[in-house]
Each structure stands twice: as structure tokens, then as C-alpha cells.
């Protein structure tokens, strides 16, 4: 199903919020599939049962597995090389209207990202 899409990110150690601009993307059952407005990036945000994956194909590719209740992985690759990090879900949920998670990404036992990405999702008649 074609759907709008606005993501918000919030940096829980600022505090700062982002909210990107709103972009047509693909609701599946367990799949929201878009492209960044300002980079064009592709993404695939997957929902499934305890994991979420988040999948962003660009120039730097990235895939995060967040797991609840266990420790996760984030594997960024860039014409430069490849990282795996670790990843910790505190929160998530997958609503009609908001796909979110809070999450962190960890690199030698510190923490390098701390956020809430938040999906509003607007469903087109």
C-alpha cells in the first residue's frame, strides 16, 4: 500500500529533535520501504515479532538489528571499510498510525548514538 511518511529522530542525549520532510513510501504488513528526500537513500524499516531491522542503502550502507531483550548488531560499510557495532533496544512499537524505536548503538563499550526514530505514517484514500 502507498503511503506518506514523515520520520522524526530525537537525540536522547541533546534532547534535539529532527523531523524530515514527508515522502511517499511502500506499508507492508512488517516492511515500510522509502527513499530520503534529501539524500535518496533507500530504506527498509522491518517490524517483526521482538526485532526491528533498519536497512539504508546509500554511498554508506548500513544495517542495524535491534533485538529485544538481547544485544544487537549495526554493520556500517563505506568505500573505506566495514565497522560492526552493538546495538540495545530499550523501546518499540508498531502502531496504525507510528512505527517507533529507541535504541542505542555502542562502539568499545560506549555508547556513539542514543535516539528514538519514530515513523508517522499517513495512510492515502
Known sequence: MRVRMVMKRT??????EEVFPAVSAILRDTDLLYREADTGASVCVSFK???VVIERKAEITSRTVLHKNRQGTSVVS?????????????????MFDKWAVTYKITYSEETAVEQKIEWMIMRQS
Open 11 to 16: 537525540d536522547l542525549s541533546s534532547g534535539e
Open 49 to 51: 515479532d521482538d526485532t
Open 78 to 94: 563505506s568505500p573505506y571499510g566495514t565497522m560492526e557495532l552493538h546495538t540495545y533496544m530499550a523501546d518499540f512499537a508498531k
